[in-house]
């Protein structure tokens, strides 16, 4: 198989083109022949037009690149090698939702030949590919995994708004059916990734090691998030304890906040899901998950006392929300744990404005039931800067204090200013 793609006599498919996928299928155009393949078919008109829809890629990254972009299943069936790059969130309840990678497995038992490979690269828990997802494959196509047609598993390691950890520059795990089909895969994905591959012994390994890197930051992060709880109540700067600590040459330099998107907030839930059917309820892992789960809360709650010390009733009250993504810089807002924060203001009664300048307005609007304001405004009694920007790095004290009234607060998650402010009241995790 990796001959026939590298000689251009076969095609390469990546199915689901969105922060993980569209990076991966154009750095196989470079080398070989790509079909991207995603069913918003918005989506692929951008695409085909050389615009990244997650505003991950400048129109640069498109060039040189021998891809056909479709939604098409007959144009999806000139495919050999197959890799599935769709998302894996939770439900309400947090429990792992499936659809999007079987209805991916659907669309491959409908196109998939006999001497095909198949990939997976959504975050899974350990057994999913072979338990939940090949099954699908072959109910569909006829066809048995692992004789009719190879598979494997190599967990994605895209980094959204990291423009030094790319596909080209980090090791990537991989793992295959049979040590053939780990062969193949292995020298497919050294096409192009710079760093080299791991090659993982099962598949189950590989969607572990993968559940298991997320999982360990969420715990990390979680404990910083406990310490700031603590060092709170005991009037101690968290940050300043995290610099004290990490003089020691072993000590982890984690730090707290907000935890949300679709990594970290969302795959430990996979693992504790998988982990509760065969009989083991987790106990570290979910205790995590509640403390960064009730973040949001305690920001809210924080401000709103803060605003009440002024003498101000919280329903007289505004606070300028600055940064609504789930992280710096990237324009996505899936799980942003921000949104939160403004539910809960806006549950005291608190007017809120917000602003961001990588958010999309209309999409916020339609999954969280707010908008952007065009520009802040003034007179806010508190302004909470949730997400560290670039374009928020040189704000200083004396903007914050011209948008606000006296005796203001700055809220500032992640202590970016700390340090800086003297006139102003000031409070961080």
């Not at 309400?92 to 997976?120: C, M, W």
């Not at 350990?126 to 967990?155: F, H, M, N, Q």
């Not at 715990?219 to 300043?240: H, K, P, Q, V, W």
Request: net charge negative.
């Amino acid at each position: 198989m990796y001959q026939e793609l590298l000689q251009k006599e076969n095609k390469l498919a990546l199915i689901g083109l969105g922060y993980v996928g569209l990076p991966i299928a154009l750095a196989f155009a470079k080398k070989i022949e790509v079909i991207g393949f995603d069913i918003n078919e918005s989506r692929v008109d951008l695409m085909k037009r050389g615009i990244d829809p997650s505003n991950e890629l400048e129109t640069q990254a498109f060039e040189n690149c021998s891809i056909e972009f479709t939604s098409s299943l007959d144009k999806l069936r000139e495919a050999r090698f197959f890799i599935v790059a769709v998302p894996t969130p939770v439900d309400e309840h947090n429990v792992p939702d499936l659809t999007p990678v079987q209805r991916a497995s659907e669309t491959i038992g409908k196109v998939i030949k006999k001497g095909d490979y198949v990939v997976f690269e959504s975050t899974v828990y350990p057994g999913c590919t072979e338990e939940d997802c090949l099954p699908v494959i072959d109910r569909i196509s006829g066809l048995k995994a692992g004789v009719d047609y190879k598979y494997g598993y190599s967990p994605e390691r895209i980094n959204p708004g990291d423009k030094v950890h790319t596909l080209q520059n980090v090791v990537k795990v991989v793992s295959g059916s049979d040590a053939a089909a780990l062969d193949e895969i292995a020298k497919t994905y050294e096409l192009v990734v710079d760093a080299g591959v791991h090659r993982a012994s099962s598949v189950k390994v590989a969607e572990a090691a993968k559940i298991i890197e997320n999982t360990q930051r969420d715990l990390n992060i979680a404990l910083m998030n406990e310490l700031s709880l603590i060092f709170d109540r005991l009037g101690i700067n968290t940050y300043e304890v995290l610099e004290a600590a990490g003089t020691k040459w072993n000590f982890l330099k984690f730090f707290p906040g907000l935890v949300g998107g679709h990594c970290i907030g969302v795959d430990p839930y996979y693992l504790t899901y998988k982990s509760a059917q065969i009989g083991y309820n987790s106990r570290v892992i979910l205790a995590g998950r509640v403390i960064n789960d009730e973040m949001a809360a305690y920001v809210a709650k924080k401000t709103v006392q803060n605003i009440i010390k002024n003498g101000v009733n919280p329903a007289e009250s505004k606070v300028l929300v600055m940064g609504c993504t789930f992280k710096e810089n990237v324009s996505d807002i899936r799980n942003s744990k921000v949104a939160d924060v403004v539910k809960e203001l806006k549950g005291y009664g608190v007017t809120v404005h917000a602003v961001d300048p990588h958010a999309d307005s209309a999409e916020l609007q339609h999954e969280y039931g707010f908008g952007l304001e065009a520009a802040p405004g003034k007179d806010y009694d508190a302004v909470i800067v949730t997400v560290n920007h670039h374009s928020y790095e040189n704000l200083d004290e004396q903007y914050f204090k011209s948008i606000t009234k006296p005796q203001a607060w700055l809220v500032d998650l992640k202590g970016s200013y700390r340090g800086t402010i003297s006139d102003m009241n000031y409070w961080c995790l």
